[in-house]
C-alpha cells in the first residue's frame, strides 16, 4: 500500500511563512519524555502508516527542501520518498507524478498534508468498502464553498462532486481519498484523454463518474480543519490544546 500525499503548493493563503506549510507547527508530541513541536503534515503521515502503507510518496517544489530534511532526521514505519513538481499544474498533475510508484501497489491513499481531521482510523474505515474501486472520506463542514463538496445517494454511491460551489447542496466534503492500483492508474489515463486539463481532483472524478464507473462515498469524518489558512491555523491549534490528552501522538 503507498500514501500520495501533495506538497507542492506555494501556501498563498497562508504566507509569507519561514518554511514550508506542510511543517507549520500545530500541536505537540512526546519525545523522551519531552514536549515538542508537531509539523501539520506528520498527522496525514502518521494515519497513512495506521492504515498499512508501506511507502509514502511526497510531491514537492523543487524548492521544497526543508521537507526533505525533516522527514529524513525522523524514523518512520514506511518508506518516505519524494517526487517533483516542476511547475505548479494543480493537484491532478501532482498526484499523478507518483503513478510510477503507485502502479506496484494494490492500494493506494491519497490526503492533503496541510489538514488535520478526525477519527484517526477513518483510512480504515473507508478500506473497509474494499469491493468499491475508488472511495472518498467524507468530512462534515460548516461552509463547504472552498472545498469540494460531495453529493451523495442513499447507497453511497457518489452522484457529483461539487468543486468550489456556492451553497453547495452538500454539506459534506472530500478529505481523503482510497483507490484500487488499477484505479488510480485508469484516473491518469482518463486525465491525459482530457489533455489534463483537469486540476482539481473533483473535476476528473465526475468525469470518471459520467463514464459509467462508480465511486464510493463513506461518511466517516467527525472533525476536519484546513490549516492552509490563518483561521484554519489558529482553529487547530485550539481544537488539539482542548483535546491534548485524546491527541497528542507518543
Same mark, same amino acid.
Given at each position: 500500500?503507498?500514501?500520495?500525499?501533495?506538497?507542492?503548493?506555494?501556501?498563498?493563503?497562508?504566507?509569507?511563512?519561514?518554511?514550508?506549510?506542510?511543517?507549520?507547527?500545530?500541536?505537540?508530541?512526546?519525545?523522551?519524555?519531552?514536549?515538542?513541536?508537531?509539523?501539520?503534515?506528520?498527522?496525514?503521515?502518521?494515519?497513512?502508516?495506521?492504515?498499512?502503507?508501506?511507502?509514502?510518496?511526497?510531491?514537492?517544489?523543487?524548492?521544497?527542501?526543508?521537507?526533505?530534511?525533516?522527514?529524513?532526521?525522523?524514523?518512520?514505519?514506511?518508506?518516505?520518498?519524494?517526487?517533483?513538481?516542476?511547475?505548479?499544474?494543480?493537484?491532478?498533475?501532482?498526484?499523478?507524478?507518483?503513478?510510477?510508484?503507485?502502479?506496484?501497489?494494490?492500494?493506494?491513499?491519497?490526503?492533503?498534508?496541510?489538514?488535520?481531521?478526525?477519527?484517526?482510523?477513518?483510512?480504515?474505515?473507508?478500506?473497509?468498502?474494499?469491493?468499491?474501486?475508488?472511495?472518498?472520506?467524507?468530512?462534515?463542514?460548516?461552509?463547504?464553498?472552498?472545498?469540494?463538496?460531495?453529493?451523495?445517494?442513499?447507497?453511497?454511491?457518489?452522484?457529483?462532486?461539487?468543486?468550489?460551489?456556492?451553497?453547495?447542496?452538500?454539506?459534506?466534503?472530500?478529505?481523503?481519498?482510497?483507490?484500487?492500483?488499477?484505479?488510480?492508474?485508469?484516473?491518469?489515463?482518463?486525465? !491525459?484523454?482530457?489533455?489534463?486539463?483537469?486540476?482539481? /481532483?473533483?473535476?476528473?472524478?465526475? %468525469? &470518471?463518474? $459520467? @463514464?459509467?464507473?462508480?465511486?464510493?462515498?463513506?461518511?466517516?469524518?467527525?472533525?476536519?480543519?484546513?490549516?492552509?489558512?490563518? !483561521?484554519?491555523?489558529?482553529?487547530?491549534?485550539?481544537? /488539539?490544546?482542548?483535546?491534548?490528552? %485524546? &491527541?497528542? $501522538? @507518543?
Amino acid at each position: 500500500m503507498i500514501g500520495i500525499i501533495p506538497a507542492a503548493g506555494a501556501g498563498a493563503r497562508i504566507q509569507p511563512l519561514g518554511c514550508s506549510k506542510e511543517l507549520l507547527p500545530v500541536g505537540s508530541r512526546m519525545v523522551e519524555g519531552v514536549e515538542r513541536p508537531k509539523a501539520v503534515s506528520e498527522y496525514l503521515v502518521e494515519r497513512m502508516i495506521a492504515a498499512g502503507a508501506d511507502q509514502i510518496c511526497m510531491v514537492i517544489s523543487a524548492e521544497k527542501t526543508d521537507i526533505v530534511r525533516y522527514y529524513a532526521e525522523r524514523d518512520y514505519a514506511a518508506e518516505i520518498f519524494y517526487a517533483v513538481q516542476q511547475q505548479p499544474r494543480g493537484l491532478c498533475d501532482a498526484l499523478f507524478r507518483a503513478d510510477p510508484f503507485a502502479c506496484r501497489h494494490n492500494q493506494v491513499l491519497i490526503g492533503l498534508p496541510d489538514t488535520i481531521w478526525f477519527p484517526e482510523n477513518a483510512y480504515l474505515q473507508a478500506l473497509e468498502f474494499s469491493n468499491a474501486a475508488c472511495n472518498l472520506m467524507l468530512f462534515p463542514v460548516d461552509d463547504p464553498q472552498p472545498f469540494d463538496a460531495v453529493v451523495c445517494d442513499e447507497l453511497g454511491h457518489v452522484q457529483e462532486v461539487l468543486v468550489k460551489k456556492k451553497n453547495a447542496s452538500s454539506h459534506w466534503i472530500w478529505g481523503a481519498v482510497t483507490t484500487q492500483g488499477d484505479t488510480f492508474r485508469q484516473l491518469r489515463l482518463l486525465w !491525459e484523454s482530457r489533455h489534463r486539463s483537469d486540476q482539481y /481532483l473533483g473535476d476528473l472524478l465526475n %468525469a &470518471f463518474i $459520467a @463514464a459509467g464507473n462508480t465511486v464510493r462515498g463513506t461518511f466517516c469524518g467527525e472533525t476536519y480543519m484546513d490549516v492552509g489558512t490563518l !483561521e484554519g491555523y489558529r482553529h487547530a491549534q485550539d481544537f /488539539l490544546r482542548a483535546h491534548t490528552g %485524546a &491527541f497528542r $501522538a @507518543a
